[in-house]
């Protein structure tokens, strides 16, 4: 019998007195028996939970949590066993390297390479791809403040985490100051902001879920989400583009490798030049708009972007209330979730009222395409749009989340809307009544309370009166994709 079977056959109970006696001289004797039994003990413990209706709380990775022997004899063993395993593991865990550094991108701590023992971790910025001892992809994005505790659990007291953990890293669980994940097998991810509740994420497979202080355990499977509050919990709407996952990383570091977040400054710095510039929001100001949101890493190392992410998240702006607009350009990078409501407002003049003909509103629809709306506009006869409205063609948002760039003109003299995804023109609308854009007081994020809210991250937002063209908006695109 294997060394897993045999660990395997004692915990389910089956182990004779010689048994387990022989698997107690093989703990004393053999560094690595000791590391699988225990990892073997903390996944038994969690599936035994679950198939039982989480009836009886177990903390994970205790010797407790072990199955008892069916003899005398054998209980005196498990107990010699639960010392054993109590006794040496904080030396063994303390020396073991537990992850390896695969890549870190804007980490000034991390390096390709570098071996992790347990040790407490803080990231500024950056983030950073990890391996985990039994091939668990583990991706940490700053700001962060961490420890693996052994190569099976990670204990996460800010920061965000995308795991994908293949079957022999199969209870891998992060820890939170609200609760613990366990995986069964999956993709997911773990939110642990500055304030507030930790949250669980299941992009594929299966999750068990608890928050502490004896709150119920939760199985969460793909699509679902889980807020870990004390003593309690509640499902939420899943946020995939919170995450940057694994598969994301390699793409993330080759252009910031080959100098794109330069070339993006530079962009940045050409358009504050622009004399039709009315606004450009790059969030880097200390002094940022008022609202509800938070700050979070934007698409570079060090760099910042607001988050919004309940319903009623905003930041409110005020800007070209001094006259109208015949020719506009909106354009930003966005990470968003796909979500069933309605509409995701990315700028809204505040109000929608018939005597301000003109004002704008800048939104994603359920079917995840844009539309631009100015009050009183109307469509040119026998165009395709089936709501009023003019809309894009394509869908913006991709089922995974990744940074995207929208853009759209408007230029009233031309009635000719034209809407971009990623630097590439995607439709052309026209109007058959186009008024000049009214700006003034607006918000991005949330315009009301019922359904207009928006999930996820806005970078770099521009607001330029005039129309741009075909080839600036491709440069603008190319500059800053954070991409390659």
Not at 9 to 24: R, S
Not at 224 to 231: I, K, N, R, V
Not at 385 to 391: L, N, Y
Not at 412 to 438: S, V
Request: charged share 25%; net charge neutral; aromatic share 6%.
């Amino acid at each position: 019998m294997k060394l897993d079977e045999q660990i395997q056959h004692y915990l389910d109970g089956l182990a004779t007195a010689e048994e387990v006696q022989q698997l107690q001289n093989i703990l004393l004797t053999q560094p690595d028996s000791r590391r699988l039994f225990a990892d073997l003990a903390n996944l038994d413990a969690a599936l035994a939970e679950q198939a039982a209706g989480w009836e009886s709380p177990v903390p994970a990775n205790s010797a407790k949590s072990l199955r008892t022997p069916i003899s005398h004899l054998g209980l005196a063993a498990a107990a010699a066993l639960a010392l054993i395993i109590t006794g040496t593991w904080w030396l063994h865990s303390s020396r073991a390297v537990h992850a390896t550094v695969a890549r870190g991108i804007g980490s000034r701590v991390f390096s390709e390479g570098m071996q992790i023992q347990s040790a407490d971790y803080k990231m500024q910025a950056g983030t950073v791809e990890f391996i985990t001892a039994r091939g668990a992809k583990v991706v940490i994005e700053a700001p962060a403040s961490f420890r693996f505790e052994n190569d099976q659990r990670l204990r996460l007291e800010r920061g965000r985490v995308a795991a994908d953990v293949p079957p022999s890293a199969k209870g891998f669980t992060v820890v939170t100051p609200t609760g613990q994940a366990v995986d069964l097998g999956t993709q997911f991810g773990v939110d642990v902001p500055q304030h507030g509740q930790a949250e669980i994420h299941v992009f594929k497979g299966e999750v068990i879920a608890q928050s502490t202080k004896g709150g119920k355990r939760q199985s969460l499977k793909d699509g679902q989400a889980y807020s870990l509050e004390s003593g309690a919990g509640a499902a939420r709407e899943i946020r995939s583009a919170a995450f940057i996952q694994p598969d994301e990383m390699p793409a993330l570091q080759a252009a910031l490798t080959s100098g794109q977040r330069a070339r993006s400054d530079a962009a940045m710095a050409a358009l504050r030049r622009d004399p039709a510039l009315i606004t450009l929001l790059d969030f880097e100001n200390s002094k940022l708009p008022p609202g509800t949101f938070r700050m979070t890493q934007g698409r570079w190392p060090g760099s910042h972007a607001p988050e919004f992410v309940n319903v009623g998240d905003h930041m409110k702006l005020n800007a070209g209330a001094d006259r109208s607009w015949p020719r506009l350009t909106l354009a930003a990078w966005v990470r968003l979730d796909r979500l069933e409501a309605l509409y995701q407002s990315l700028y809204h003049t505040d109000g929608w009222d018939d005597d301000k003909r003109g004002q704008v509103h800048w939104i994603i629809k359920k079917d995840a395409t844009m539309r631009l709306a100015l009050k009183r506009n109307t469509l040119l006869p026998g165009s395709s749009e089936k709501e009023g409205f003019p809309d894009s063609a394509t869908p913006v948002l991709p089922e995974k989340g990744r940074w995207v760039h929208l853009a759209v003109t408007y230029d009233a003299d031309a009635k000719r809307i034209r809407f971009y995804l990623n630097g590439q023109l995607d439709k052309e609308c026209l109007q058959a009544t186009a008024h000049p854009a009214l700006l003034g007081p607006a918000q991005i994020g949330n315009w009301n309370s019922q359904d207009r809210k928006l999930s996820g991250r806005v970078d770099e937002l521009i607001l330029l009166g005039r129309t741009m063209t075909d080839d600036e908006i491709r440069a603008l695109f190319d500059a800053g994709n954070p991409y390659r």
